[in-house]
Structures are given as C-alpha cells and as structure tokens.
C-alpha cells in the first residue's frame, strides 16, 4: 500500500531564506506526487506536480519540488520564503495502478511558519 | 477561476441524527471525492465516485455513508446515523478527468460538529 511521510511536524524560516518542506514516500509503480497547501479554515490548493520529465517541478506562488527516485524523496522547495507562506503543506501520492481516479494518500502535514 | 463549493461551512449534529454535506464541483469535472480531516491528523479518503457510481471507497466509508449525484450540479455525502468519532473537516474535491496526473481540485471545507 502506497504512503506518505512528512517527517517533520513544524518548520520555521525567516524571511528571505530558503525554506525546505520534507516528504519521501512509498508506492507500487511509477509515482505521481503532489503538493498542497492549506491556509486556516480554507481547503487544500494544488501548487504542484511530478508525472514523469524533469526531476526538478516548478509550481505555484514560486515554489518547486525536486523528485529523488533513489531517495524515494519529493522534497517542496522555496528559495525566499515570504511571511505569506505560513501555512500547512501537504505531500500525496497517487500509485501506478491503470484505474483513472486513484485516491490521493496524504502525509500528515507539515506547518510552516516564516517568520519577519 | 472556477472553485468547488462546499454547504454548509459549519454543520453542528446530534449523535444519532443525519447528515447531509453538500458540494457543488467545478462544472466540466467528471471525478468527484470526499475526504475527512480529523482535527490534528491527516487527510484521509473516503469515497471516489465517477459515472453516477462509486469507484472505489475507504474502510471509513461503511453502511452509514452514501453519496449521490442528485441532479447535474451537487454531489452529496450523507451520514445516516452519526457518531462522536464522525467529527471532522469533510472536503469534497473534482477532477476534469480521472487520470493519474490530474491534481484534485479542494472545496472548502465543511466543519462537522457532533455533540
């Protein structure tokens, strides 16, 4: 069974550095990895994907994730963190099977704070 | 851009009574999901549902869940007979296709209180 795993609970970064959110992850087949965020009382807003090509995704309000095939790693990635990007993030996975509407698997979360 | 809608926001329940959320997803989406939050913990999947039929459904999802697609526009989850342990965040989410590579589109939320 595929899962996430977000190993850390809280992240803090000033502003202006660079930040690095966690995830590595286990699946049968070929992943397809996701990033989500969630601000308080909204819901979760895709900022990103891996399918397949480069390992290096680039995404939403200027954050990418590196996907590490042989770390099984997909790691959410800033390279200046802005105090308007605390908030929670999520890491999921979909596996390899053919059906088209595979659940997401969620990490637990990870909640980021920047702090001015 | 358009958005998953989500009814009510807040829905507060006594034990023992049913429960209908409501959800609206983007309008050309075919793949339709409901997922709950337990306060503190992660995301967790319920129900997948796709040509007016489940596809497939967690272990959560037993005899007191049912979803529906009652007319174009809303699709529901209703619980028949709530519990304490039913407590949680309730997100419905949509896909334009059912591909793999197709990122899930979130409403809102809706808070489920039981007392």
């Known amino acids: 069974a595929q899962s996430v795993a977000q190993p850390e609970d809280q992240v803090n970064v000033a502003e202006g550095n660079p930040l690095t959110v966690k995830c590595t992850y286990s699946?049968?087949?070929?992943?397809?990895l996701f990033w989500y965020v969630q601000y308080p009382n909204r819901g979760l807003q895709f900022l990103l994907k891996?399918?397949?090509?480069?390992?290096l995704v680039k995404g939403s309000y200027g954050f990418e994730a590196e996907f590490n095939k042989s770390q099984t790693s997909f790691h959410l990635k800033k390279p200046s963190a802005l105090v308007s990007d605390s908030a929670l993030y999520f890491c999921?996975?979909?596996?390899?099977?053919?059906?088209?509407?595979?659940?997401?698997?969620f990490g637990k979360g990870t909640r980021l704070s920047v702090i001015a | 851009e358009p958005e998953v809608t989500q009814t009510p926001s807040h829905q507060v329940t006594q034990m023992g009574q049913e429960v209908i959320l409501r959800c609206v997803p983007i309008?050309?989406?075919?793949?339709f999901y409901w997922y709950r939050q337990i306060l503190g913990q992660k995301v967790e999947f319920l129900v997948s549902?796709?040509?007016?039929?489940?596809?497939?459904k967690s272990e959560i999802f037993d005899d007191q869940f049912s979803v529906e697609r009652p007319d174009g526009s809303n699709f529901t989850l209703k619980i028949r007979s709530t519990k304490l342990e039913d407590s949680a965040m309730y997100f419905c989410?949509?896909?334009?296709?059912?591909?793999?590579?197709?990122?899930?589109?979130f409403g809102d939320g809706t808070r489920l209180s039981i007392l």
């Open positions: 891996y399918i397949t090509g480069d390992n």
């Open positions: 309008s050309n989406h075919l793949y």
């Open positions: 989410a949509s896909s334009e296709q059912g591909a793999k590579n197709q990122p899930q589109h």
């Open positions: 549902f796709y040509n007016n039929e489940i596809s497939e």
């Open positions: 999921a996975v979909r596996d390899g099977r053919n059906s088209g509407n595979t659940p997401l698997v």
């Open positions: 699946v049968s087949g070929n992943p397809y």
